[in-house]
């Protein structure tokens, strides 16, 4: 929960993190392994505040101490969803995989959601597994990354065959949030690996069973995203990578936050920190203080109000995993009395 | 005469454009040139992250290799991808000419990189025509003055305003004089009842690839801090 100066109360859910294991003694693919983290690094380094950027050692590896109290001390989170990144290609353990997850789940079970990925090319054996993770975690949600590379396969699409089948299996099994990231490669790799369709397609399919949760509002396809999500009811966006604009390019952050309010509205988005990528602390503590100027809401019509905020920050998403918020932190509840 | 070619060939590579940004490799510090006295040019790249799309650092890639190659007095030209992560595959290929499905055999359908281009070629010129009616209009003009506006009727001298038309020539939409100057990408004239919601989502386009722009030039700021600069 986040306090803001004005006594403002916000319950907050960081829809996107992760606990990564970059370190060198992981790189199994050195070139990748090391190009990845690095990448990372400088989307941290360029538009973090100076006095959030970590050292490159520690970016790589960070220990569970840390995470606790980036998040749930420091952070004003309430809830953390966890979204696994696997790359087993370029890491020995993997980048982020289910397993490490659900250790950290494990050892902080009210302060995380563990969702789980998969990939149809694992084909039947990860369908397999899907169904044995939903019954030993309770999966409510996946992620999904169309990048990930096997062998010489550098990615895959949500309409493949074998995708739908898995989309089956979660409409089967109650795995309704379906987490997207758009990556760099794709197969055929002449094609826009950024390229969204494939969302508004399965969304249409999935409208009645399955959420899907575009994260970084499918950027740099914003507005492709925006196009698909004025008219599919359950299509959402992720607002990882958005977030920090807040801070290091605020017009920006404007022109484009004002572009979803317009065209996804204000509960159809989440917040999230892509931790470690960013810290929420700061994240949530610039949002909350940011105003569209008013030049852009006249010109867009849309406003960030108090209730936006709210439903950005955590509501939006507790609705998604059927969180339990407390009654002072809902839309409407009565302010709390004044301190005497 | 080798710095004043490398100028003239500077020049050249200054009108390659980042696809999905539309804005010059060389504004944006992702592509910079030297020449020697013999004529040969060598034209270096260096991206924002090592993960920027295989197919658009192809294009680039290219396209600086054929800008720079009609430059007069330019004998050879090597291009060089350098932090990237098809940089070996790239800078072999587009240095022996070949095409990008030859480049990844296996990895693609075999339809080459022009519906890709065109994607992009659509949004510039959404982006820019944009930008081009929004003033229009500010200086006073209704929505049934802009959509009756021809290209004749355009400043050709103002820089945006060539910018916009020479993406129209990419599309190829006409810009004879007599043609209607706010049109979609088909080059089909926009209705004026339909101006306002085109122009809704257009600058939602624009507002995209500006935020775009402005994360990649931070990200390549922070891979590329100007106290390192080298020369090729």
Redesign the interface.
Known sequence: MYTAPDGTTYYVVDGHVHWWDASNANYRDE??AD??I??FY??H???SPADYVWPFELYQQYPEERMIQDLFVDGYVDKAIFLPTALTDFYTNGFNTTERDAYMKERHPDRFILNSCWDPRDEEAGLRKLEEEAARYGLKGVKLYTAEWRG?S?GWKLTDPMARRYLDKCAELGIVNIHVHK???I????????DVADVDDVATEYRDSLRFIVEHCG?????DF??IATQESNVYGGLAVLMP?VH??PR?FA??LS?LL??VGEDRLTFASDYALWSPRWLIEKFVDFQLPDDIREQKGVDLTTDAKRKILGLNAAKLYDLEVPAELQIGAAPAPAAV | MASELTARVTGALDAVTDPELDRSVVELGFARAAVDDAGRALVELRLPTFWCAANFAYLMAADARDAVAAVPGVRSVTVRLVDHFVADEVTASVNAGRSFDDTFPEQTDGAGLDALRRFFWVKAFTARQEVLLHRLLAEGRSDGDVCALRVGDLDTADPETGAYLERRVRLGISTAAEAPVAVHPNGQPIAVERLDSYLTRARMTRVCMEANGSLCGGLHATRYPRHEETTV
Do not use: I, Q
């Open positions: 070139k990748h190009g990845w690095r990448c400088d989307y380094r360029n538009l010489s550098k990556g760099p490669t197969w055929p790799l002449n094609k826009d690996a950024f950027m740099p396809r914003v507005d925006c196009w604009f290091a390019r920006y022109e484009v572009e317009w065209w």
